[in-house]
């Protein structure tokens, strides 16, 4: 989750992280129905049913994966104010809470525990930030 402006360093970080272990990688990535499976599992949320948090989601998987012909939207409150949306057909997700440091750790379960697919192997961003919050990732 980038959560303030990126510096040089990181991005030549996660550049190199992605130079060196960028073939070692292997498309790990789980279906959108098996990520909100563990998160409600895992979080035992609430659901949401928030309409403009739900086209929040919907806006921004649909940038994230434009060729989707249908997208099945679930939205989740944990603790009444961290807000959950994960798109059961293309696996994108959206966590978002007025206190950021709430947000992050959830944020970053549901990244590693989705993994990557082999289009995300090529982003540098990506494939660095996965390899720095999932140190088992790469043998």
């Known amino acids: 989750m980038i959560t303030s402006e990126v ?14 272990q960028k073939n070692k990688l292997k498309p ?6 098996e990520l909100d499976e563990y998160f409600r599992g895992k979080y035992n949320p609430a659901d ?11 806006l921004n998987s649909k940038a994230y994966s434009p060729d989707v012909s249908v997208y099945e939207i679930r939205t989740y409150t944990i603790d009444n104010d961290v ?18 440091d709430k947000a ?16 995300d192997i090529e982003n540098y961003v990506l494939t660095g ?11």
Do not use: M
């Open 7 to 20: 510096t040089r360093e990181q991005l030549e970080k996660w550049q190199g992280l992605h130079n060196i």
């Open 28 to 33: 790990n990535r789980i279906s959108g129905t």
């Open 48 to 58: 949401n049913d928030n309409e403009t948090f739900r086209e929040a989601v919907h």
């Open 83 to 100: 807000y959950v949306g994960i798109e059961l057909t293309t696996g994108f997700f959206h966590v978002e809470c007025e206190n950021i």
């Open 104 to 119: 992050i750790p959830i944020w970053i379960d549901l990244f590693v525990k989705r993994g990557l697919s082999a289009d």
């Open 129 to 139: 930030q996965y390899i720095t919050l999932n140190r088992g990732a790469v043998k």
